[in-house]
């Protein structure tokens, strides 16, 4: 049967989850293709905060890898706006020219940062907090700067500060109300969130009013109506948020604040619907996930039905906030603020420094806000969505006093099953029960995959911790970290029974080791082709369906889906006969970029997918493994020829270690680099094994990192010839090969094991002999990706021919 074609436009969390809806109830019924402006696959906006903060990385925020889409056969183009849309022909068109026709479209554009019309706001320096660039931009800002001032006392605001404050940067919260999170607190807890932070270090400024912004090209401060001035090398505006509908205006939609739907999501114009920030339903337009995953449950819901409309469809969510600073307990839902028919319950405990407000009318929970304690929060909601009448409950049963709450009792124990345990993902304690009962789970991360609770914000992980301890009767704590949802078993766990077991093919381990699923998932794959390569690198054939994208067509693919290719040059040393075929080859092909790299090689950008194995004849050179989980570079100074300071060969030195270790597979990229003086050229500090010449010896770093998660390299040896310093890497490499986890970085490695521990792995001479064995057996089998394409049509065809390797991103 003809596939009907969806098409979404907007990459973010609302689109994203209602495809996941979608392929859930009906995998095989839509052809789908997805436009994202931003240049990343579908990640945790709300996480945002936490890579602010210095809780997470901005790779651990994916929610949804470029694999995913891939696997679910899902055309996407990321780094691509929609310009247009006909309505008539059912055709949407891209700023980079694409079009595409649809039977069913959806609108998840989201919104814009408000961005306060003041003189001065478009100096540089002077930016929103919504997504990666921002969050990168302020990280680095931090680097050069000290004076921040955050525009915008709201959940965002504070979120903001505080990542700020973690930066180091001093930071002022500019206000207009004259309480903080007046949009959903009430003037107590405000006032109380307020002495909160500023014991952590934030000052504030109320009742505000900005009038410009000033600077030359870049702002220097802030200057009040009432005259006053505030000095800031950084302005981040936080004050709320604008549906983005300028297109679905465009295309004739009904749009009011936002775009207008009904209860089935369905805009004004057939087989058109729109999903989160960007969609208005009974006049509300929603700013937090919980309501919009629930929007597009509904839309998924109503489009696999064929447009039957099954009752009751979206019927509009109670909304609730939790700020995510830590220290701080904040909840507040509803309608909190005093009114004429409502009535409230307090309590405030100012020795604790704990406030508790529950706000009833006709008997029923409308609105609460907490402060210090949060506990109440999940029965409160569930009162609340239910609409339970309270008129025979006594007020101490609505908000329990400390003592008769806490009976020793654990939370999850007293809450129902109809209680919810994750309100971003309506996720009951019932539903994670049943799914850790049913299913075996033993992990939150494995409840994460099955359940979707602590997906989101995460605010729920200690919930969802304390209630698989109490189901499974084990510390939650105690419990390993699992390979991914697939499997309860270890990264150690896998590697250790592939060596013990005896286990050749991917296939094989997931049958033998009882994975749950029935081929893994993107986590898995690679990580047990790994550890199978590894156990057997002579007879192994790598599993290329169970590798990255990138590493499967030994490319780097671009936010437009062409292609970078980088080819090796050995220790950043290359010759005319080089240059001229690199220039040959960027005319022929018309390459739009040409650009020296911060490993000392040059990358060829914008080359299309087909092109690639011309592109490879034509260099006539070697994989450089931009793309690889493997040996990169090895960056080198000038050293001892040249250079007057130098009193070593780092370059000769560099290009043996290059040509050693060259497409040795690793558990993730390996960066090196020669200096040959403590003067540093090449920036030894801060790669993976970073080698730097002293008088008479080579000092050898190791767990060095130059990117997300700066890292200084730690002093490892002292060796005194190059035959030395290429038995300490050899030993040290087959060391990290064999002992860290698939995806860990040498620096992540050595902070979780310590240096001391591998510096005692490698003192025994026979276990460093035996190491330096087993990787050399390993370089035996390496051979270039490139020429081995190019030497098989079989490969060109199927990698790079067909068309149904449709994922351009
Ligand atoms: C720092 C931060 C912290 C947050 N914390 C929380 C929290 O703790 N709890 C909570 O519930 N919510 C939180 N939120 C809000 C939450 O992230 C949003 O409500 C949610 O991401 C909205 O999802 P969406 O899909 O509607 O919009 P978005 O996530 O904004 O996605 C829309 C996407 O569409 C793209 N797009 C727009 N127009 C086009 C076009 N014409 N063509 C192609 N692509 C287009 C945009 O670039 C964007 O990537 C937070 C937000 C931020 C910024
Ligand atoms: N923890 C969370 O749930 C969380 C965290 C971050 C963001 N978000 C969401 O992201 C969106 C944006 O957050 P937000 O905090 O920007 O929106 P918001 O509307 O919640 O808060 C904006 C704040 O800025 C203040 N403000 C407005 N104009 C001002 C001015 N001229 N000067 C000083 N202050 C001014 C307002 O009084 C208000 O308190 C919202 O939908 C929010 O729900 C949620
Ligand atoms: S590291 Fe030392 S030897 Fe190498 S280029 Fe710099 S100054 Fe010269
Ligand atoms: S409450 Fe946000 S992820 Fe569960």
């Not at 405000?190 to 009038?211: C, D, I, P, S, V």
């Not at 850790?436 to 992980?461: H, M």
């Not at 990192?705 to 730690?714: F, K, T």
Request: net charge negative.
């Amino acid at each position: 049967m003809l596939k009907q074609k969806i098409i979404l436009i907007g990459n973010g969390m609302a689109g994203v989850r209602t495809l996941e809806e979608i392929i859930k109830k009906d995998p095989n019924k839509f052809e789908i293709t997805v436009f994202g402006e931003e240049p990343h696959p579908n990640y945790n906006r709300i996480l945002l905060s936490s890579v602010l903060q210095g809780d997470a990385s901005i790779d651990s925020i994916v929610l949804n890898s470029y694999e995913w889409y891939e696997e679910n056969q899902i055309e996407l183009f990321t780094g691509d706006t929609v310009v247009k849309v006909d309505t008539k022909s059912q055709t949407v068109i891209s700023q980079n020219g694409i079009s595409r026709h649809y039977d069913q479209l959806i609108f998840a554009t989201g919104s814009n940062p408000f961005m306060l019309p003041l003189p001065g706001a478009d100096k540089e320096g002077v930016i929103a907090f919504r997504n990666i660039k921002d969050c990168e931009t302020m990280i680095d800002t931090a680097k050069n700067y000290k004076k921040a001032a955050v525009i915008g006392g709201g959940l965002l605001g504070l979120e903001a500060a505080r990542g700020l404050l973690n930066l180091d940067m001093e930071v002022e919260v500019i206000h207009i109300a004259d309480y903080l999170m007046e949009r959903q607190l009430d003037d107590q807890a405000g006032r109380m969130l307020k002495e909160e932070l500023e014991e952590q270090g934030m000052k504030f400024r109320l009742n505000a009013h900005t009038e410009r912004l000033t600077g030359k090209k870049r702002v220097d401060g802030v200057l009040f109506k009432d005259g006053s001035k505030l000095d800031a090398d950084l302005v981040v505006m936080a004050v709320g948020i604008k549906p983005n509908v300028a297109l679905a205006k465009e295309a004739g939609l009904e749009t009011n604040r936002a775009i207008v739907v009904n209860d089935y999501m369905q805009t004004s114009v057939q087989n058109v619907y729109a999903v989160g920030e960007c969609a208005e339903h009974s006049g509300i337009v929603y700013g937090l996930v919980a309501p919009l995953y629930e929007q597009g449950k509904a839309l998924a819901e109503h489009i696999c039905a064929n447009d039957t409309l099954i009752e009751p469809g979206y019927q509009g969510s109670i909304v609730y906030t939790q700020l995510k600073v830590s220290g701080v307990d904040v909840f507040s839902a509803g309608r909190f603020q005093d009114g004429e028919k409502t009535k409230s319950i307090r309590v405030h405990d100012e020795f604790e420094g704990i406030f508790k407000k529950v706000v009833v009318e006709d008997n029923k929970v409308i609105g609460a806000v907490l402060f210090g304690d949060t506990s109440d929060s999940p029965r409160l909601l569930t009162m609340m969505r239910n609409g339970q009448d309270i008129s025979k409950m006594s007020k101490v049963a609505i908000l329990p006093s400390e003592n008769e709450s806490d009976e020793k009792e654990s939370v999850v124990v007293a809450m129902a099953d109809s209680e919810t345990i994750c309100g971003c993902n309506g996720v009951s304690k019932g539903d994670i029960v049943k799914a850790i009962n049913e299913q075996g789970l033993t992990t939150v991360d494995q409840v994460k995959a099955c359940t979707n609770a602590s997906r989101s914000c995460g605010g729920c992980k200690p919930l969802v911790a304390e209630l698989l301890s109490v189901t499974t009767g084990e510390e939650a704590s105690s419990q390993k970290e699992p390979i991914c949802g697939c499997s309860d078993l270890s990264h150690e766990e896998v590697a250790a029974e592939i060596r013990d077991k005896g286990l050749n093919y991917v296939r094989e381990v997931m049958n033998v080791l009882g994975w749950t699923t029935e081929n893994g998932c993107s986590k898995c794959r690679p990580a047990v082709n790994y550890y199978l390569g590894l156990n057997n690198p002579i007879e192994y054939e790598d599993d290329s369906t169970s590798k990255f994208v990138n590493e499967r067509l030994h490319a780097n693919i671009q936010n437009d889906g062409t292609f970078s290719v980088v080819p090796r040059m050995y220790g950043g040393v290359t010759n005319s006969e080089q240059l001229r075929k690199i220039a040959d080859v960027a005319d022929k092909y018309q390459v739009p970029l040409l650009k020296v790299t911060g490993g000392q090689r040059i990358d060829l950008l914008g080359i299309a997918k087909e092109d690639l194995p011309k592109v490879w004849t034509d260099l006539g050179m070697r994989s450089g493994y931009a793309y690889g989980k493997s040996i990169r570079t090895v960056k080198t100074c000038v050293g001892e020829n040249f250079c007057r300071f130098g009193t070593q060969d780092s370059i000769g030195l560099g290009i043996q270690i290059e040509k050693k270790y060259e497409g040795l597979s690793t558990p993730h990229k390996v960066k090196m680099a020669v200096s040959a003086c403590p003067r540093n050229c090449a920036e030894s500090g801060i790669k993976d094994i970073g080698i730097v010449g002293v008088e008479g010896a080579w000092e050898i770093y190791v767990g060095g990192n130059g990117g997300v998660d700066l890292r200084s390299a730690e002093l490892f040896a002292k060796v005194h010839t190059d035959q030395e310093v290429l038995d300490t890497i050899s030993s040290f490499l087959q060391f990290y090969r064999e002992d860290a986890r698939y995806l860990e970085r040498t620096s992540h490695w050595v902070e979780r094991v310590g240096l001391d521990h591998i510096k005692k792995a490698l003192e025994n001479e026979e276990k460093r002999a035996q190491l330096i064995e087993r990787v050399e057996l390993a370089l035996t089998k390496q051979q270039d990706p490139w020429s081995d394409v190019l030497e098989s049509k079989d490969k060109q065809e199927s990698l790079y021919e067909k068309k149904e390797v449709e994922v351009t991103n």
